[in-house]
C-alpha cells in the first residue's frame, strides 16, 4: 500500500506543474507554448498512472504509457523549439514513435522479460529529446534561460539512453508481473521526479521572464488590441532586421488592413467598430508565433514581423489569419454580417531599411485592396507596382484603395 501512495506522488507533482503554466497562460497571457506545457506535465502524468494503476502483466500497458509520454515528448520539445522561433521537425517524431511501437509490439508478444520493451521505448524517448536539443542548438538566442532549457532537454535525452541499460544491467530480467516491486520501478519513479521538478523549474523560470518582459512593454502595447503600437513595433522591427542580417535569416513583413472599415464605423459606430479592431487583433496575436513580432500602426491596419520566415509560409500564416477574421462574429454587427481583411506580403532584401520593406509589402497589400479585397498578394505576385505607386505614402495608396 505504501508504495502504490508514493508511486502516486509523480503524477500528482506533474498535474501541479500543469496547473501552474496554465495559470501563468492565463493569467499573463503569455503565448500557446506556455499552455503546451501544462498539457505535456498533463499527458506525462496520466502515462505514469497508466503504468502505475493497470494491471503489471497487462499487454497493453506499455502501449498505452507510450503514447502518452510521446505525445508528452512531443508537444514539450515543439513548445521549448517555439519558444525561441525554432520549427521542430514533427514528421520525424512521428517516425521515431511508429517504429518504436512496431519493435515495440514484437518484444510484448514475443517476451515476458519488461527489459527489452524499456530499452525500446526508452531509446524513442531519447532520440525525440535528442533531435529537440539538436533543433534548439540550431537557434541563435543564447540568453542564461535558454543555456538553461537546453541543459534540461540534453538531460532528459541521457536519462532516458543511460537509466535503462545501467538499470537491466544490475537487474538481468524483470517479468511483467513483478515489474512494479523491481529496483528499475523505484528508480524510474525517481528519476521522473528529479527530471520533472528540473525541467519545470527552467521552463517557469523562463515562463515569469517573459511574463516581466510584457509588464515591462505594457507601456508600449496599444490598449485596444493588445499588440504593439506603432513606435513599439517599428522598433521591435528594425531590431528584427538588424538581427536578421547578422544571423543570415530571412524576415518577412505582412500588413492587414480591414476592408470597407469606415463603413462599420458609419452604420454601426465607433463601438462596433472597436471591437472589430479588438477581434482582429486578437486572432492575429493567437496565430502569430512568439518569435514573431506583431503591432497595431494605424485605425485598422496591422502588421506582423515574421522572424526566420520566407515568403510563402508567410503568405500561408497571412491566409489562415484571413480565413479565420472572414468567419469571426462581432458584436454591435447585425448576425448576417462577416467583415474581411487584405493583406500585402515582403520578404526583406539583404541590408534593407524597413522603411523600404513596409513601402513593399504596402504597394502588395494596395494591390489586394485594388484586385477585389479579401486576398492575400505578395510584392512578387504578378508585375510589380508603378512609379507613381512605389512614390506615393502609404496613405496615398490607402485612400486610393479605399
Same mark, same amino acid.
Given at each position: 500500500?505504501?508504495?502504490?501512495?508514493?508511486?502516486?506522488?509523480?503524477?500528482?507533482?506533474?498535474?501541479?506543474?500543469?496547473?501552474?503554466?496554465?495559470?501563468?497562460?492565463?493569467?499573463?497571457?503569455?503565448?500557446?507554448?506556455?499552455?503546451?506545457?501544462?498539457?505535456?506535465?498533463?499527458?506525462?502524468?496520466?502515462?505514469?498512472?497508466?503504468?502505475? +494503476? %493497470?494491471?503489471?502483466?497487462?499487454? !497493453?500497458?506499455?502501449?498505452?504509457?507510450?503514447?502518452? !509520454?510521446?505525445?508528452?515528448?512531443?508537444?514539450?520539445? %515543439?513548445?521549448?523549439?517555439?519558444?525561441?522561433?525554432?520549427? #521542430?521537425?514533427?514528421?520525424?517524431?512521428?517516425?521515431?514513435?511508429?517504429?518504436?511501437?512496431?519493435?515495440?509490439?514484437?518484444?510484448?508478444?514475443?517476451?515476458?522479460?519488461?527489459?527489452?520493451?524499456?530499452?525500446?521505448?526508452?531509446?524513442?524517448?531519447?532520440?525525440?529529446?535528442?533531435?529537440?536539443?539538436?533543433?534548439? #542548438?540550431?537557434?541563435?538566442?543564447?540568453?542564461?534561460?535558454?543555456?538553461?532549457?537546453?541543459?534540461?532537454?540534453?538531460?532528459? %535525452?541521457?536519462?532516458?539512453?543511460?537509466?535503462?541499460?545501467?538499470?537491466?544491467?544490475?537487474?538481468?530480467?524483470?517479468?511483467?508481473?513483478?515489474?512494479?516491486?523491481?529496483? !528499475?520501478?523505484?528508480? +524510474?519513479?525517481?528519476?521522473? %521526479?528529479?527530471?520533472?521538478?528540473?525541467? &519545470?523549474?527552467?521552463?517557469?523560470? &523562463?515562463?515569469?521572464?517573459?511574463?516581466?518582459?510584457?509588464?515591462?512593454?505594457?507601456?508600449?502595447?496599444?490598449?485596444?488590441?493588445?499588440?504593439?503600437? @506603432?513606435?513599439?513595433?517599428?522598433?521591435?522591427?528594425?531590431?528584427?532586421?538588424? @538581427?536578421?542580417?547578422?544571423?543570415?535569416?530571412?524576415?518577412?513583413?505582412?500588413?492587414?488592413? +480591414?476592408?470597407?472599415?469606415?463603413?462599420?464605423?458609419?452604420?454601426?459606430?465607433?463601438?462596433?467598430?472597436?471591437?472589430?479592431?479588438?477581434?482582429?487583433?486578437?486572432?492575429?496575436?493567437?496565430?502569430? @508565433?512568439?518569435?514573431?513580432?506583431?503591432?497595431?500602426?494605424?485605425?485598422?491596419?496591422?502588421?506582423?514581423?515574421?522572424?526566420?520566415?520566407?515568403?510563402?509560409?508567410?503568405?500561408?500564416?497571412?491566409?489562415? +489569419?484571413?480565413?479565420?477574421?472572414?468567419?469571426?462574429?462581432?458584436?454591435?454587427?447585425?448576425?448576417?454580417?462577416?467583415?474581411?481583411?487584405?493583406?500585402?506580403?515582403?520578404?526583406?532584401?539583404?541590408?534593407?531599411? !524597413?522603411?523600404?520593406?513596409?513601402?513593399?509589402?504596402?504597394?502588395?497589400?494596395?494591390?489586394?485592396?485594388?484586385?477585389?479585397?479579401?486576398?492575400?498578394?505578395?510584392?512578387?505576385?504578378?508585375?510589380?507596382?508603378?512609379?507613381?505607386?512605389?512614390?506615393?505614402?502609404?496613405?496615398?495608396?490607402?485612400?486610393?484603395?479605399?
Amino acid at each position: 500500500m505504501q508504495t502504490q501512495i508514493l508511486g502516486l506522488v509523480t503524477p500528482l507533482m506533474a498535474l501541479f506543474f500543469a496547473a501552474t503554466f496554465a495559470v501563468l497562460w492565463k493569467v499573463g497571457g503569455l503565448k500557446r507554448h506556455v499552455l503546451g506545457f501544462a498539457i505535456a506535465y498533463v499527458l506525462s502524468a496520466t502515462g505514469f498512472l497508466i503504468t502505475h +494503476i %493497470a494491471p503489471a502483466d497487462g499487454t !497493453y500497458v506499455f502501449h498505452a504509457t507510450q503514447v502518452f !509520454y510521446s505525445l508528452a515528448s512531443t508537444i514539450m520539445a %515543439a513548445c521549448v523549439c517555439e519558444r525561441v522561433g525554432q520549427k #521542430l521537425h514533427l514528421p520525424s517524431f512521428a517516425f521515431v514513435y511508429v517504429m518504436s511501437a512496431l519493435v515495440l509490439a514484437v518484444a510484448v508478444l514475443t517476451t515476458n522479460d519488461v527489459g527489452p520493451r524499456l530499452i525500446i521505448i526508452n531509446m524513442g524517448y531519447g532520440i525525440m529529446f535528442t533531435m529537440c536539443a539538436t533543433t534548439l #542548438l540550431a537557434a541563435r538566442r543564447r540568453e542564461i534561460l535558454d543555456l538553461a532549457v537546453i541543459a534540461v532537454m540534453v538531460f532528459q %535525452a541521457l536519462d532516458f539512453f543511460v537509466r535503462p541499460t545501467l538499470t537491466l544491467l544490475i537487474e538481468q530480467s524483470i517479468p511483467a508481473e513483478v515489474y512494479r516491486d523491481s529496483v !528499475y520501478y523505484s528508480l +524510474i519513479g525517481l528519476a521522473l %521526479a528529479i527530471k520533472g521538478v528540473t525541467t &519545470a523549474m527552467v521552463l517557469i523560470g &523562463a515562463t515569469i521572464a517573459e511574463w516581466t518582459t510584457n509588464l515591462r512593454e505594457s507601456g508600449e502595447r496599444d490598449p485596444l488590441t493588445g499588440l504593439r503600437n @506603432r513606435g513599439a513595433f517599428e522598433q521591435a522591427m528594425q531590431e528584427m532586421l538588424s @538581427r536578421a542580417q547578422e544571423q543570415g535569416q530571412p524576415v518577412t513583413l505582412v500588413i492587414a488592413d +480591414i476592408d470597407h472599415f469606415k463603413q462599420v464605423n458609419d452604420i454601426w459606430g465607433h463601438q462596433a467598430g472597436d471591437q472589430a479592431i479588438s477581434s482582429f487583433g486578437h486572432l492575429i496575436d493567437q496565430t502569430i @508565433r512568439a518569435c514573431d513580432v506583431a503591432g497595431r500602426v494605424g485605425g485598422e491596419e496591422f502588421c506582423i514581423a515574421v522572424w526566420n520566415c520566407e515568403n510563402d509560409p508567410a503568405e500561408r500564416l497571412a491566409g489562415r +489569419i484571413r480565413q479565420g477574421f472572414a468567419r469571426l462574429k462581432h458584436s454591435g454587427l447585425s448576425d448576417d454580417i462577416r467583415l474581411t481583411a487584405s493583406f500585402g506580403v515582403a520578404t526583406a532584401r539583404a541590408g534593407e531599411s !524597413y522603411e523600404r520593406l513596409f513601402s513593399r509589402a504596402d504597394a502588395a497589400l494596395y494591390r489586394a485592396k485594388a484586385a477585389g479585397r479579401d486576398c492575400v498578394v505578395s510584392e512578387r505576385d504578378g508585375p510589380g507596382s508603378s512609379v507613381a505607386d512605389a512614390e506615393a505614402t502609404p496613405a496615398e495608396r490607402r485612400r486610393a484603395a479605399n
